[in-house]
């Protein structure tokens, strides 16, 4: 009978302990994630409140009532289908020849054991944009191409190229080499191997790699403020331009960021689960 009760009451610990981890946990997520939910949220309040509203003291956080003027005043007033245009294609063309390169390259770099070319990826990675801004506004420029669609869309590879073979060489070093060994054993070249063997296993690092370049593109502000012409803007920008000298009207730039950051929190809530799988798989080594 004694027995039964010491087990029960170890039993019961470890519940108290379990349940004080999980809420240890949870007040840890809450203290980390709500200044950024409440930014997001006063922003959300920001453009659906008319501009008395905004500037009221005391602050008024509900809208009462909602309004979409604001959403109605940015799109009448600027051109966002054709800056949403922009952003798609160049973030886009960026994210796929980001992958062209950079998975092969990373493979290169993994299976090479070439750390030295990986430490300069990392230099390329961590390197502010400003620095590569005025060599590539030059070379645009003498090229003829400067203000254009490819033009932006080659300063971008210079964000989206360093972190896909980043991503990748962590994968592609976690990969067991039998695998491939085998593959050459049954007739295939290294070419064949890569890319029968390599890349379907690699798959979930593709996929963090494309959406962690994919959003480091589209939120680029400094090369599409520099490099962009009055056609070729991209959404960043629009935010930007919300912005007036004579008044700051928060209501309109808070819709204009809002709208700005839809697609990638969209995109980051629908895959975020294979961005979770991805970067486990990335980081278990063996």
């Known amino acids: 009978m004694e027995s039964v009760t010491q087990a029960h009451k170890l039993e019961l610990s470890h519940r108290l302990r379990k349940l004080l981890s999980r809420l240890a946990l949870f007040f840890s997520v809450i203290v980390v994630v709500s200044p950024a939910l409440f930014v997001f949220l006063w922003m959300l309040s920001l453009s659906l409140k008319n501009e008395v509203d905004n500037i009221a003291y005391p602050p008024v956080f509900i809208p009462n009532p909602p309004t979409l003027d604001n959403y109605l005043k940015i799109f009448r007033e600027s051109n966002y289908v054709l800056y949403t245009y922009n952003s798609v294609i160049v973030s886009g063309a960026a994210t796929l020849i980001a992958l062209l390169v950079g998975v092969p390259a990373g493979y290169g770099i993994a299976k090479g054991k070439a750390h030295g070319l990986g430490m300069l990826i990392m230099i390329a990675r961590i390197t502010p944009g400003l620095a590569y801004l005025i060599p590539l506004f030059n070379l645009f420029r003498f090229f003829g191409i400067s203000g254009s669609l490819l033009a932006l869309t080659i300063s971008h590879l210079v964000l989206t190229i360093p972190m896909v073979v980043w991503v990748m ?44 370049a994919f959003i480091q593109s589209w939120n680029n502000f400094l090369f599409g403020v520099v490099l962009a012409g009055r056609e070729t803007r991209t959404l960043p920008i629009a935010v930007f331009n919300a912005m007036t000298f004579e008044q700051l009207s928060w209501g309109p730039v808070a819709a204009a960021a809002l709208v700005v950051t839809l697609p990638t929190l969209l995109l980051t809530i629908f895959v975020q689960r294979d961005i979770v799988t991805g970067l486990t798989a990335g980081g278990v080594k063996g």
């Open 169 to 212: 060489i962590s994968f592609f070093e976690d990969m067991h080499p039998e695998l491939e060994e085998s593959a050459l054993v049954d007739g295939c070249n290294p070419w064949q191997s890569f890319y029968k063997i390599a890349v379907p296993l690699a798959r979930p690092g593709i996929a963090v790699a494309a959406i962690l």
